[in-house]
Structure formats: structure tokens, C-alpha cells
T-cell receptor
Framework: AQSVTQLDSHVSVSEGTPVLLRCNYS??????LFWYVQHPNKGLQLLLK??????LVKGINGFEAEFKKSETSFHLTKPSAHMSDAAEYFC??????????????FGGGTRVLVKP | AAGVIQSPRHLIKEKRETATLKCYPI?????VYWYQQGPGQDPQFLIS???????DKGSIPDRFSAQQFSDYHSELNMSSLELGDSALYFC??????????????FGEGSWLTVV
């Protein structure tokens, strides 16, 4: 079984300040972890992915996330927020070794508001 | 780069009607997933296919069915539509690679409104 908890449903930051989106996961297996972003009325765009290589993962648009097995966390950060970062962010877990077609389990999402 | 293509992008149906959504995965991807996202909710997994066979099944109503065809495109058929079926339906695709996990790419979604 697997589950994902995003600790903040809403995050508000000022443009140019750091962004931190918190995610904790639970998995019976070796997890694959993802962050997706969804802009209003748009599809889900992959920001970054962790499998089993480097624990610090760099993604697109300046985002990065660190996998911490001891804390079962996969927090997403960005050093400097931009207005275009305003969106909904989903932390997602999947089973790394399970058969093809294994479903993704989504966290509840974090809505990011960026203030000018 | 080619992405996941979904059609139609918007669909309005009346209660008890039938709707069909189509999904064309990224070329050479062998796995297709369907997700349903209600207003203000996170995506819920419906069903997935690997190499044209059903792979995993989630909270898909019995009124819904899906299949993956020989060209790897997939269709989601929804019958006896209810107001609660109004949602954004995502299709996603991936290329299975054991040990490195699936990287799943989503389409833009199909908006279904049931009136």
C-alpha cells in the first residue's frame, strides 16, 4: 500500500522569496516519487522524478526536491519564486518495481499563491 | 516533442447519455492510464493498460469501460451519465522500464460536463 500527504493545502510566498512544499509518503515498496504542477485549467506537467539514484533531484523551472528515506519525505523547493509558479502542485508516489501500469497515488495538492 | 493527445477537449452531454473519450499516447509508449479529477479534487485513478491488456483498476464505475487498441490508443466509454461524472478526465502514458520506474506523462485533459 502507498499513500502521500502534502502537509500544506495552501502556500503563499512573495515573488523572489524561497518556496517550500512539503510531502511525506508511505510505501510498502521502493518508491518512485514525482512532483507534478497543474496550472489553472491545464494538464499535469512533470517537474521532477526520483527513482533510486541521487537523492537530490533537479527538475525544470529551477525546482528541486530531496528524497530523505529516514524521514519518508520528498519536499519540493525553489530558491526564488516567480509569478508564473502560481499553480497547484501534486506530490505523487508509485511503486518502483511493480508491474507496468501500476497506478500513481496523488497527494491532496498544494496551491501556491505568489504575491508581487 | 510529441505529447499525449486527448480528444475531445470539451464535451457536454445530458444525463443518461453516453460519451467516449480518446487518448493517443506518446509514440512508443506502451502503457496508458486514465484519471478523473473532480472540481477542486486531486486526480483519481480509474484504469490502466499495458500492451493492450488491462493492468490495474481503480475506482472506475461499472458504467465506464475502457480499452487499448492495437495502435496503442485508448478509449474511455462512459454510459448512463450522471451529473457527478462531470470532471476533467486525464489520459497519461509511459514506457515501462523495470527498475527505473514509470515516468508518466499526462495529456491536457478532456472536460466533460453533464447537464
Amino acid at each position: 500500500a502507498q499513500s502521500v500527504t502534502q502537509l500544506d493545502s495552501h502556500v503563499s510566498v512573495s515573488e523572489g522569496t524561497p518556496v517550500l512544499l512539503r510531502c511525506n509518503y508511505s510505501s510498502s515498496y521502493s518508491p518512485s516519487l514525482f512532483w507534478y504542477v497543474q496550472h489553472p485549467n491545464k494538464g499535469l506537467q512533470l517537474l521532477l522524478k526520483y527513482t533510486s539514484a541521487a537523492t537530490l533531484v533537479k527538475g525544470i523551472n529551477g525546482f528541486e526536491a530531496e528524497f530523505k528515506k529516514s524521514e519518508t519525505s520528498f519536499h519540493l523547493t525553489k530558491p526564488s519564486a516567480h509569478m508564473s509558479d502560481a499553480a497547484e502542485y501534486f506530490c505523487v508516489v508509485s511503486d518502483l518495481y511493480k508491474a507496468a501500469g501500476n497506478k500513481l497515488t496523488f497527494g491532496g495538492g498544494t496551491r501556491v499563491l505568489v504575491k508581487p | 516533442a510529441a505529447g499525449v493527445i486527448q480528444s475531445p477537449r470539451h464535451l457536454i452531454k445530458e444525463k443518461r447519455e453516453t460519451a467516449t473519450l480518446k487518448c493517443y499516447p506518446i509514440p512508443r509508449h506502451d502503457t496508458v492510464y486514465w484519471y478523473q479529477q473532480g472540481p477542486g479534487q486531486d486526480p483519481q485513478f480509474l484504469i490502466s493498460f499495458y500492451e493492450k491488456m488491462q493492468s490495474d483498476k481503480g475506482s472506475i464505475p461499472d458504467r465506464f469501460s475502457a480499452q487499448q487498441f492495437s495502435d496503442y490508443h485508448s478509449e474511455l466509454n462512459m454510459s448512463s451519465l450522471e451529473l457527478g461524472d462531470s470532471a476533467l478526465y486525464f489520459c497519461a502514458s509511459s514506457l515501462w522500464a523495470r527498475g527505473s520506474g514509470n515516468t508518466i506523462y499526462f495529456g491536457e485533459g478532456s472536460w466533460l460536463t453533464v447537464v
